[in-house]
């Protein structure tokens, strides 16, 4: 039994012949319509792949001709049957061509060798009578009743999904050479964003979109028109729901939506998020910068500034980054946003500032539109409260543990290998954090108390029992007054809070106090070095400085001048000594890692070592060497 539809026999006549842009429409509703007709269709292709492989010749001029003059031949019927008549026939002369040996092996004639065209984009074909009154609902899109047949309209900032491929966006609601035909086409799976419509015009109807691909981050279109399907009412988008979290949202919750479905889900209504503020403090000069394109309040419009992530690893600024605002007369002051830490942050999207942003003047076509710039602006999360723990751990800062038997790890979760268990009071230095895994909060810390094979233990440790019960804490150092200082106030200091005490009281400033100096002599040739060698912790010149009772030790710039002998002494004596912790060569310390020890985990070592060293800058009187 033959399958009679017209969609089989358009697809066949395809193959070989140019259709109209009606006849491609019908084709492509027909098969979508007919799984069979589909199947046939595609056997046909198929068919015409093998075809395509056999070697090409060429036609005797004879042959060339006849099949010519044929296909010339004005339609007199429907076109698709005299094409697949013509199409039969080529075929019988092209058999018939090969049996007779008429081929030759050169070439076609370039001139002959015409791909076909691509199909038209979605929303590029005008109907064949289109309505002449635009805010008149087309007939062939009427539902029962007069309604649209794609049944009720999409709402304003609701969200929409691309059903069919190859979607057009157009600068203006219609099919004319004024609007605009936009790339890339829309694949299906994109989302968008309705701003307005419906409008009807050419018998489709059109709405206002700015989309996205959640499957390619970095691809963009430009805001505009898309018909929101054929005009047999065949959809090309539909409403997407299920879109918005449900429940109490988390800050992984909204960072996993795009910035247009923040303002969707939430629009204005107050949300409390516990996130990790990251960005700068000082204000960002968007004057210049190519990549502004968005004018209006600078409180509300400003590229870049602080943002909200899950945690400080993410690589983040990114275009997903929840972008923080605060407004000048509103209730946060911006010099309490506390970055660098975990804070609870409580705000709110869709400010209605964001009515007076603008795309910026002088734009090159194209790079943004004003619907475009109050989307960027409405989706600033602005604070309303920020309520944020001193105690919290910062990373680059003294930390200790405020609870007894806290685990040490390999790596942040609870499936990484097991390290020692930390005592209450412990010291610690917090190297990196937080990651968020398995719910806790980590951070990376180096435990200057606890020195496994020569080197002090560097693993993760969880901030808190889910946010409840604390078990580390940032350690308020007791840091004595730089006037005054002595060897043994610097003495206890190292004892309360390890030897990282001094940098994190006095960082690199210059400090002044009174001590006798000797010279200390270590390895020749010791198992691990750090570059450069007179600042790393096998340095084998440094210097012990005492008042009598308690000593400590201090590195020397190789210009320091003092005499460098380990066999003999120096004169006795107190003298006057100018120091200072967080050398500037610390940036530079590098080394190989020790053995057993994790590259990472050298690295912050290192750090460690070159940065909380103390580094005599000058001795006065400069002690000299006692014998020969």
Request: charged content about 20%; hydrophobic content about 40%; overall charge negative.
């Given at each position: 039994?033959?399958?009679?539809?017209?969609?089989?026999?358009?697809?066949?006549a395809?193959?070989?012949?140019?259709?109209?842009?009606?006849e491609?429409?019908?084709?492509?509703?027909?098969?979508?319509?007919?799984?069979e007709?589909?199947?046939?269709?595609?056997?046909?292709?198929?068919?015409?792949?093998?075809?395509?492989?056999?070697?090409?010749?060429?036609?005797?001029?004879?042959?060339?001709?006849?099949?010519?003059r044929?296909?010339?031949?004005?339609?007199?019927?429907?076109?698709?049957?005299?094409?697949?008549?013509?199409?039969?026939?080529?075929?019988?002369?092209?058999?018939?061509?090969?049996?007779?040996?008429?081929?030759?092996?050169?070439?076609?004639?370039?001139?002959?060798?015409?791909?076909?065209?691509?199909?038209?984009?979605?929303?590029?074909?005008?109907?064949?009578?289109?309505?002449?009154?635009?805010?008149?609902?087309?007939?062939?899109?009427?539902?029962?009743?007069?309604?649209?047949?794609?049944?009720?309209p999409?709402?304003?900032?609701?969200?929409?999904?691309?059903?069919?491929?190859?979607?057009?966006?157009?600068?203006?609601?219609?099919?004319a050479?004024?609007?605009?035909?936009?790339?890339?086409?829309?694949?299906?799976?994109?989302?968008?964003?309705?701003?307005?419509?419906?409008?009807?015009?050419?018998?489709?109807?059109?709405?206002?979109?700015?989309a996205?691909d959640?499957?390619?981050?970095?691809?963009?279109?430009?805001?505009?028109?898309?018909?929101?399907?054929?005009?047999?009412?065949?959809?090309?988008?539909?409403?997407?729901?299920?879109?918005?979290?449900?429940?109490?949202?988390?800050?992984t919750?909204?960072?996993?939506?795009?910035?247009?479905?923040?303002?969707?889900?939430?629009?204005?209504?107050?949300?409390?998020?516990?996130?990790?503020?990251?960005?700068?403090?000082?204000?960002?000069?968007?004057?210049?910068?190519?990549g502004?394109?968005?004018?209006?309040?600078?409180?509300?419009?400003?590229?870049?500034?602080?943002?909200?992530?899950?945690?400080?690893?993410?690589?983040?600024?990114?275009?997903?980054?929840?972008?923080?605002?605060?407004?000048?007369?509103?209730?946060?002051?911006?010099?309490?946003?506390?970055?660098?830490?975990?804070?609870?942050?409580?705000?709110?999207?869709?400010?209605?500032?964001?009515?007076?942003?603008?795309?910026?003047?002088?734009?090159?076509?194209?790079?943004?539109?004003?619907?475009?710039?109050?989307?960027?602006?409405?989706?600033?999360?602005?604070?309303?409260?920020?309520?944020?723990?001193?105690?919290?751990?910062?990373?680059?800062?003294?930390?200790?543990?405020?609870?007894?038997?806290?685990?040490?790890?390999?790596?942040?979760?609870?499936?990484?290998?097991?390290?020692?268990?930390?005592?209450?009071?412990?010291?610690?230095?917090?190297?990196?954090?937080?990651?968020?895994?398995?719910?806790?909060?980590?951070?990376k810390?180096?435990?200057?108390?606890?020195?496994?094979e020569?080197a002090?233990?560097?693993?993760?440790?969880?901030?808190?029992?889910?946010?409840?019960?604390?078990?580390?804490?940032?350690?308020?150092?007791?840091?004595?007054?730089?006037?005054?200082?002595?060897?043994?106030?610097?003495?206890r200091?190292?004892?309360?809070?390890?030897?990282?005490?001094?940098?994190?009281?006095?960082?690199?400033?210059?400090?002044?106090?009174?001590?006798?100096?000797?010279?200390?002599?270590?390895?020749?040739?010791?198992?691990?070095?750090?570059?450069?060698?007179?600042?790393?912790?096998?340095?084998?010149?440094?210097?012990?400085?005492?008042?009598?009772?308690?000593?400590?030790?201090?590195?020397?710039?190789?210009?320091?001048?003092?005499?460098?002998?380990?066999?003999?002494?120096?004169?006795?004596?107190?003298?006057?000594?100018?120091?200072?912790?967080?050398?500037?060569?610390?940036e530079?310390?590098?080394?190989?890692?020790?053995?057993?020890?994790?590259?990472?985990?050298?690295?912050?070592?290192?750090?460690?070592?070159?940065?909380?060293?103390?580094?005599?800058?000058?001795?006065?009187?400069?002690?000299?060497?006692?014998?020969?």
């Open positions: 039994m033959i399958h009679d539809h017209e969609a089989v026999e358009l697809a066949i395809s193959l070989d012949f140019e259709l109209t842009l009606d491609r429409t019908r084709m492509e509703a027909g098969l979508a319509a007919c799984a007709c589909q199947a046939i269709a595609a056997s046909h292709l198929e068919v015409q792949r093998l075809l395509e492989r056999l070697p090409v010749h060429d036609a005797s001029p004879l042959v060339r001709q006849r099949v010519l044929a296909s010339l031949v004005p339609p007199r019927t429907r076109q698709w049957q005299v094409l697949l008549v013509a199409a039969a026939l080529f075929g019988l002369l092209l058999a018939g061509a090969i049996a007779a040996g008429a081929f030759r092996t050169d070439p076609l004639d370039p001139i002959t060798d015409v791909p076909p065209a691509s199909p038209p984009a979605l929303g590029d074909v005008v109907s064949p009578e289109p309505s002449q009154d635009a805010s008149a609902s087309p007939p062939s899109s009427e539902g029962p009743g007069g309604g649209s047949v794609f049944g009720t999409l709402g304003i900032d609701s969200i929409a999904q691309v059903v069919s491929g190859r979607l057009r966006i157009r600068s203006q609601p219609r099919v050479d004024d609007s605009a035909k936009y790339e890339p086409l829309l694949d299906v799976g994109a989302r968008l964003m309705v701003l307005d419509g419906p409008v009807v015009a050419d018998d489709y109807e059109w709405y206002h979109v700015t996205w959640p499957k390619d981050a970095d691809r963009s279109w430009p805001v505009g028109w898309v018909a929101r399907g054929d005009h047999d009412g065949t959809p090309w988008i539909d409403a997407l729901p299920d879109v918005c979290p449900q429940g109490v949202p988390s800050i919750t909204v960072l996993s939506l795009a910035p247009v479905e923040r303002v969707a889900c939430f629009g204005d209504r107050e949300l409390e998020l516990r996130a990790y503020v990251a960005g700068s403090d000082e204000p960002y000069a968007c004057d210049a910068d190519p502004c394109v968005v004018d209006g309040p600078t409180w509300l419009s400003l590229l870049g500034g602080t943002s909200a992530e899950v945690d400080a690893q993410s690589g983040r600024p990114s275009a997903s980054a929840l972008l923080l605002a605060v407004e000048p007369s509103g209730p946060v002051p911006d010099t309490t946003i506390p970055r660098g830490s975990m804070a609870d942050l409580v705000g709110h999207f869709d400010h209605r500032a964001a009515a007076d942003c603008r795309a910026r003047d002088g734009l090159e076509a194209g790079r943004t539109t004003d619907e475009a710039a109050r989307l960027e602006c409405r989706a600033r999360f602005v604070l309303t409260s920020v309520r944020a723990d001193p105690a919290y751990p910062v990373a680059g800062a003294a930390g200790i543990t405020v609870s007894d038997r806290l685990r040490v790890r390999s790596a942040p979760g609870l499936e990484s290998r097991q390290y020692e268990l930390l005592s209450k009071g412990t010291p610690v230095w917090v190297v990196a954090g937080p990651v968020i895994a398995a719910d806790y909060e980590w951070f810390v180096l435990v200057p108390g606890l020195e496994i020569g002090p233990r560097v693993g993760w440790v969880a901030e808190s029992n889910h946010g409840h019960e604390r078990w580390l804490a940032n350690h308020a150092v007791q840091c004595p007054a730089e006037d005054g200082l002595t060897v043994g106030a610097l003495r200091l190292e004892r309360q809070a390890g030897t990282h005490g001094g940098f994190a009281c006095f960082a690199d400033a210059s400090l002044q106090f009174r001590g006798e100096v000797e010279v200390s002599c270590g390895e020749s040739h010791p198992t691990w070095q750090v570059d450069p060698e007179w600042l790393g912790p096998n340095a084998f010149y440094t210097l012990s400085i005492s008042n009598g009772t308690t000593v400590i030790n201090a590195h020397m710039r190789p210009d320091l001048g003092v005499p460098e002998t380990c066999g003999g002494g120096l004169e006795p004596g107190m003298r006057t000594i100018r120091a200072h912790f967080g050398d500037g060569d610390a530079a310390c590098t080394g190989p890692p020790p053995s057993g020890i994790a590259a990472g985990d050298a690295e912050a070592l290192i750090a460690y070592w070159c940065r909380t060293a103390l580094v005599v800058d000058a001795i006065e009187p400069m002690p000299g060497v006692i014998g020969p």
